[in-house]
């Protein structure tokens, strides 16, 4: 099983950015999949999930960020729009809905002027 992140970057408060996970090993259609960010000095914290074509988010990210996938391309994503300073993270995609069993290496969401 491998999952691989990919979309971080240093963006601009207000802006965008698309975050893919790459997945492998698995058949992907079968798993929830989920987004955990971790900001600088603070614990995990859970962002989003996909459960079927159920999606959930923490309130904090509600109306601004949207979660899918693409089944065929075993590929996840989190479109990330108005973004703010305390969206600053790293970004992990992470297979289950709860626990999770496997993880991603991350990557970095920066969001500063």
């Known amino acids: 099983v491998q999952l691989v992140e990919s979309g971080g970057g240093l963006v601009q408060p207000g802006g965008s950015l698309r975050l893919s996970c790459a997945a492998s090993?698995?058949?992907?259609?079968?798993?929830?999949m989920t987004w955990v960010r971790q900001a600088p000095g603070k614990g995990l914290e859970w962002v989003s999930n996909?459960?079927?074509?159920?999606?959930y988010y923490v309130d904090s990210v509600k109306g601004r960020f949207t979660i899918s996938r693409d089944n065929a391309k075993n590929t996840l994503f989190l479109q990330m729009n108005s973004l703010k300073s305390e969206d600053t993270a790293v970004y992990y995609c992470?297979?289950?809905?709860?626990?999770?069993?496997?993880w991603g290496q991350g990557t970095q969401v920066t969001v500063s002027s």
């Open positions: 992470a297979r289950g809905a709860g626990p999770y069993d496997y």
């Open positions: 090993g698995f058949t992907f259609s079968n798993y929830y």
């Open positions: 996909i459960v079927g074509s159920n999606t």
